[in-house]
């Protein structure tokens, strides 16, 4: 099963988007969904994680209160409503699962990658 990250575009400073994170198969054959972003020259971070399970989430302390991440089990898709968005969002953004417990919001422990969707916010 492998995900497929889309939605990504360009879009100005203080700009919404939502990319979408679609699964072949099943989301429900995971425990975790993640979204992963790396910019350019950086180590790529985990941005928003959410358990497929309880719905329980975990946010990086950068986007906070902007971005909210949300699942469509009937969809197998996992959202990332991004808002009041900042050049230093720009990013290459990924979907990863894990089926690893206790769940935590780091790329090591995640697998099934993707294709990335670019994002680009200009300023």
């Known amino acids: 099963v492998q995900l497929q990250a889309s939605g990504g575009g360009l879009v100005q400073a203080g700009g919404s988007l939502t990319p979408s994170c679609t699964a072949s198969?099943?989301?429900?054959?995971?425990?975790?969904v993640g979204w992963f972003r790396q910019a350019p020259g950086k180590e790529r971070e985990g941005v928003s994680c959410?358990?497929?399970?309880?719905?329980?989430?975990y946010y990086t302390d950068s986007v906070k209160g902007r971005f909210t991440i949300s699942r469509d089990n009937a969809k197998n898709t996992v959202y990332l409503q991004m808002n009041s968005l900042k050049p230093e969002d720009t990013a290459v953004y990924y979907c990863a699962a894990s089926n690893n417990r206790p769940y935590h919001c780091v790329d090591y422990e995640h697998s099934n990658w993707g294709p990335g969707t670019l994002v680009t916010v200009s300023s």
């Open positions: 198969g099943s989301i429900l054959d995971y425990y975790g």
């Open positions: 959410i358990s497929i399970t309880h719905g329980s989430t």
